[in-house]
């Protein structure tokens, strides 16, 4: 026969675990998508007059839905429209590549 004390303290063990692992490695809150001006400048670091800026017309336009005066925005379409106007860092030799082909382009008009 098996003794119901080592079962339980076996259980007892594997929850102890359990805890100390949602304790060391606690999963982030997870943040409202929507957002105003006040809470887009904080958790992305803008200021307002470039919220407003990039929320008027424009070729870039920011993007946002109005609600009545406020304007209100998406965390995930933030993100998308940040991903999309991030230029990635090329390389010198790319850079100095481009810069002759556009250099010899320029002789052969």
Same mark, same amino acid.
């Given at each position: ?18 805890? $100390? ?23 992305? &670091?803008? +200021? ?6 990039? @929320? +008027? @017309? &424009?070729?870039? %336009?920011?993007? *946002?839905?109005?609600? &009545?005066?406020? $304007?209100?925005? +998406?965390?995930? %379409? ?9 230029? *990635?860092? %090329? ?9 002759? %082909?556009? +250099?010899?382009?320029?002789? $052969?008009?």
């Amino acid at each position: 026969m098996t003794n119901p004390f080592d079962v339980i303290d076996a259980r007892l063990t594997n929850i102890e675990n359990l805890l $100390l692992d949602i304790k060391h490695d606690p999963k982030p809150p997870e943040l409202p998508d929507r957002m105003d001006v006040e809470d887009l400048c904080r958790d992305f &670091g803008f +200021s307002k007059a470039f919220v407003y800026r990039e @929320t +008027s @017309t &424009g070729l870039k %336009q920011m993007p *946002c839905k109005r609600f &009545g005066n406020r $304007l209100v925005f +998406s965390r995930k %379409q933030i993100l998308a429209w940040m991903a999309e106007r991030t230029i *990635c860092k %090329q390389a010198p030799s790319e850079t100095v590549k481009k810069t002759l %082909q556009k +250099s010899a382009a320029k002789k $052969l008009r």
